[in-house]
């Protein structure tokens, strides 16, 4: 795709004064084309894509706050069984265990008072069946294509790797937050149809952490991973054993995503007003599922508990927080544990990333604590009026991240964020340092080498920033002057730098690049040498172009 050299017809528009809104919010409380500072569409790369006007959708959905809340428990995924052990591949004579977990269509009952909601699973549960394994055990996955034929949900066949005459029921699985060889990671390229099976191995060389696996599917992702196909994949080690923090009945996983619901409890997703390109930039659903129920409830002691939870939405940002004062205490976040514990009243969380919370639920015998985003309440605690014997630890200090000095970096790569708008801020796609997909490989780092990236967001959004296979450190944030820079190429910056928030300070793979903010990240790039791909995980963005290729290069 060239850079764009003439025409009037595309825009880039930035509404003054909207710092604390996303573009699109912003629209909602405005008339920004009659107020909004307009800059030529020759200053960025051309857009794959076409504005986007999001249709009427002429069967309205359900609204969820006309069903009963808290009449369903809180389901939890089932734990995969291996079947056996096999070699390896490469590896003569090393065995690990072996898993086979296929893909399939399911009807899944998301509330008392619906008809069983049609999806698309992994295992046959949304969320799919969770890996438990620890540190240095590898593991192999057989996953299996047996999905049907065709899509339930609208196909844009305009986007890149989603074009008209590629088979529908594609799949493809990425451990998400794995240190995992190439030809295992599942490259978006790389998906393969329904009576196919690709067998992957995961040697799970990494700290103890939350991971989940997810659909991968080039032009497709965002759809597969609405239709259900998400799961978690837990890493433990004898560092965290070690701790002794709630466990077993009193460790539970949470996986927060929102979805659209007709009235006959199907899913709904919103589509553009041009049925030829049904892309929407974003999607926003009013049915939020904790483990695939929506207003679940979960009976707990008045004791402590570990949570872990998953924000596992296409494109909203979840703001936990708990009632009757209740506060959290974070102690891990995408990669593994924090120093130390942090004391939260509201936990955010990126589409993509991962949160270890204990919430001690002692001091609250007998209460019903609500667990609430913003003003979307999500689930209920009841707890038990009975005492409780807790002989689990909340340890001042959990392990040590050695942060990594700026001087052993070999490089600085600063890459844009980029998104091209119409002369109403309708978007009409996204970039990453305005280069499409299919454009030659840019990013070339070399195993065993750091690099910081900087990524200078041009949006009106927050962008989560996942990179493949590596872990990082965040660095910073600091605000500059978007205009300055699309105009003149000057980055100058409008405020001080501000450090990441305590609960950023450990490991991470996913990162939240703020609006109109330069967010630095230092990366060591330890593991294996191969292709790699570095996106967007607001999957609507990610598939339409806001994902990258990298390569890890040998020395």
Known sequence: MPL????????????????????????????????????????????????????????????????????????????????????????????????????????????????????????????????????????????????????????????HGAEKGLPEGRGNVHLHGGKTPPEHDG?????????????????????????????????????????????????????????????????????????????DGQLSYPVSADPQKPWVPEVFGEAHLINGRLFPFV?????????????????????????????????????????????????????????????????????????????????QFRVSSAESTDTSDLPKTLRTVVRIPESSAVTTRRLTLDEAQNMVAESMGMLLNKTPWHAPITEKPVLGSTEIWEFVNLTEDTHPIHLHMVRFQLLDRRPFDTFEYITAGTLRFTGPVMPPDANEMGWKDTVRVNQKTVTRIIVPFTGYAGRYVWHCHILEHEDNEMMRPYEVVRA
């Open 4 to 159: 764009c050299t003439s025409g009037p017809r595309e825009f880039l528009i930035y509404p003054p004064n909207s710092h604390s809104l996303t573009r699109r919010r912003f629209l909602s409380q405005s008339a920004i084309a009659a107020t909004g500072v307009i800059v030529p569409a020759p200053l960025i790369a051309c857009a794959p894509h076409h504005a986007v006007t999001i249709a009427p959708n002429p069967v309205p959905n359900l609204d969820p706050n006309t069903l009963a809340q808290y009449v369903d428990p809180l389901p939890i995924p089932p734990i995969a069984q291996a079947t056996g052990q096999r070699e390896v591949p490469g590896n003569s004579g090393f065995r690990v265990p072996y898993y086979r977990l296929a893909m399939r269509e399911v009807s899944v009952k998301v509330h008392r008072d619906l008809p069983a909601t049609r999806m698309w699973a992994y295992g046959g549960s949304v969320p799919g069946p969770t890996f438990e394994t620890h540190s240095g055990q590898g593991l192999l996955v057989e996953w299996a294509n047996e999905l049907p034929a065709n899509h339930f949900l609208p196909i844009d066949h305009s986007l």
């Open 187 to 263: 490259y978006p390229e790389d998906w393969y149809v329904s009576g196919k099976s690709r067998t992957y191995y995961y040697p799970n060389e990494q700290d103890a952490a939350l991971l989940w696996y997810h659909d991968h599917s080039m032009g497709i992702n965002r759809l597969n991973i609405y239709a259900g196909m998400l799961g978690l994949h837990i890493v433990r080690d004898a560092a965290e054993d070690a701790l002794h923090l709630p466990s077993g009945k009193y460790e539970i996983p949470l996986v927060i995503m929102d979805r659209d619901l007709r009235r």
């Open 299 to 379: 009976d707990v002691e008045p004791r402590k508990y570990r949570f872990r939870i998953l924000n596992g939405a296409n494109g909203r940002f979840y703001r936990l927080s708990l009632s009757e004062g209740l506060g959290i205490q974070q102690i891990g976040s995408d990669q593994g544990l924090l120093t130390a514990p942090v004391s939260l009243k509201r936990l955010q969380l990126a589409p993509g990333e991962r949160a270890d919370v204990v919430v001690d639920f002692a001091g609250h015998r007998g209460a019903k604590i609500l667990l609430s985003s913003d003003s979307f309440q999500l689930m």
